[in-house]
């Protein structure tokens, strides 16, 4: 079975700074994997998604997110964080099963982001 | 934004009642999720449908039931409410399973 781990419950980052938050999930096949952000209150949007190609994705709000098969890890990046990047985080694994089947979706634990002014 | 609502947005209940919430979508799409969102756990889902009533369970149902009569409605219902299920209910529909999956605004439970 699948799984994700975000090794951080919480990062604090000061305006402007660069951000990074990592991913790491577990399955054996090539995996679905997805970033969604959620505010306080609210549900939770896609940032950005990889399926296959490329293994550098951009996403909405200035994100992006590198797929390392050898590392087994999706990390979220953005050069310059702005206050309204303070949210949680979510990253998800689907998995390829076959044909036109795909597994269920898995959830990290999420991630919360600070953002001192 | 995908066209998903729930209602109720937020609910009280007492302990033992029944409780349903519901996940209605507009855009046809086959799948539909409930997951519930607590501190430290993320989202766990709790039962899904693959079309019209075709569902099975998620990772923590014990104690929720579902229903999907339509393509555009999905209930889970609380049988007899616990402390335990206090929690916020999130709905989420794709077009694929294991694709991207759009979710609703939540529901807040509280059993008190």
């Known amino acids: 079975a699948q799984s994700v781990t975000q090794p951080d419950i919480h990062i604090t980052v000061s305006e402007g700074a660069s951000l990074e938050l990592r991913c790491n999930y577990s399955y054996g096949a090539t995996p679905y994997l997805f970033w969604y952000v959620q505010s306080p209150g609210q549900g939770l949007q896609l940032l950005l998604k990889y399926f296959s190609g490329d293994t550098l994705v951009q996403g909405i709000k200035g994100f992006e997110a590198e797929f390392k098969r050898s590392q087994s890890s999706f990390n979220l990046r953005k050069p310059s964080v702005h206050w309204s990047d303070a949210a949680e985080y979510f990253c998800a694994v689907g998995a390829y099963i076959g044909g036109t089947s795909y597994g269920k979706l898995t959830f990290g634990q999420g991630t919360i982001l600070t953002v001192h002014p | 934004d995908a066209g998903i609502t729930q209602s109720p947005r937020h609910k009280v209940t007492e302990t033992g009642t029944p409780v349903t919430l519901r996940c209605h979508q507009t855009e046809n799409h086959r799948y539909m999720y409930w997951y519930r969102q607590d501190p430290g756990h993320g989202l766990r889902l709790i039962h899904y449908s693959y079309g019209v009533k075709d569902t099975d369970k998620g990772e923590v149902s014990d104690g929720y039931s579902v229903s999907r009569s339509k393509t555009e409605d999905f209930l889970l219902t609380l049988e007899s409410a616990t402390s335990s299920q206090t929690s916020v209910y999130f709905c989420?529909?794709?077009?694929?399973?294991?694709?991207?999956?759009?979710f609703g605004p939540g529901t807040r439970l509280l059993v008190l």
């Open positions: 989420a529909i794709s077009e694929r399973q294991g694709e991207t999956q759009y």
